[in-house]
């Protein structure tokens, strides 16, 4: 009698603390998740609604497929912390650079609460890293063999752990915008780090560690006067910037 309550106790501690590690952040909100995507498919103008999953935990996620005809390249944008694959500057990424002669594969990437703190983060940086790599599947089966990954403030600190790790030989690339918290040591391939002038105080006070980083030879920081984090009323010299980078590393 005295085992079962010990049992049962024991049982209790650890529902205890799982309930306050969800609390504390670090796993994915699914149904904020699919909240997310009941409110952004029925509005899609441009692109279609493709549903990946993952390896681990068979979790389905959406993403925003908007394919070019007569092409090998393509570019998976990656949003930043608590958004979705077609919210504003990255709803313009993956439509502009469609319409600039590079499909785009826009995706869900793992997202806390609403109240989470960045520093919440970093637990979900495995899942996002297999998220990437069921885009980077999902383009070579589509026959697009020169890919980039296209990224914007925490979805650049998740594509950099997906990156420096051994990214499929099929991306060729990356268009990182707005990291903070990071540099690109370990990162093989060409890197565009874009930020504004007016951006976050992180982002700016890491920009010239970021710049020392900076490995191969075709790699080149960028700034955008007169715009903050989001490149707000400057959407036009973003896209440019990337697709002048993609179109000089993507050959």
């Excluded at 080149?220 to 179109?247: C, K, N, P, W, Y």
Aim: net charge negative; hydrophobic share 45%.
């Amino acid at each position: 009698m005295k085992k079962n309550i010990l049992v049962s106790g024991a049982a209790a501690l650890a529902a205890l603390f799982c309930v306050a590690a969800l609390a504390a952040g670090g796993v994915a909100d699914y149904a904020r998740e699919k909240k997310w995507a009941d409110e952004v498919i029925p509005g899609l103008v441009v692109g279609d609604p493709v549903y990946l999953q993952t390896p681990r935990g068979h979790h389905r996620f959406l993403t925003l497929f908007t394919p070019v005809a007569g092409t090998d390249r393509a570019a998976i944008v990656v949003h930043g912390m608590g958004i979705h694959p077609d919210w504003g500057m990255v709803g313009t990424l993956r439509i502009e650079l469609a319409d600039q002669g590079i499909a785009t594969l826009s995706i869900q990437m793992p997202i806390l609460a609403a109240d989470a703190r960045a520093e919440a983060y970093p637990p979900t940086f495995a899942e996002a890293a297999e998220r990437i790599a069921e885009a980077v599947d999902f383009l070579k089966a589509k026959g697009y063999a020169k890919i980039a990954i296209v990224s914007h403030s925490m979805g650049s600190r998740m594509s950099r752990g997906y990156l420096a790790g051994k990214p499929d030989p099929a991306v060729k690339s990356w268009a990182s915008l707005g990291i903070s918290q990071d540099d690109y040591r370990g990162v093989k391939l060409p890197v565009l780090d874009l930020y504004g002038e007016n951006d976050l105080p992180p982002v700016l006070a890491d920009a010239a560690g970021r710049k020392r980083s900076l490995a191969d030879e075709e790699s080149r920081q960028v700034v955008i006067a007169r715009t903050d984090h989001f490149f707000s009323g400057h959407e036009a010299e973003m896209v440019a910037a990337v697709a002048d980078f993609l179109g000089a590393t993507l050959k």
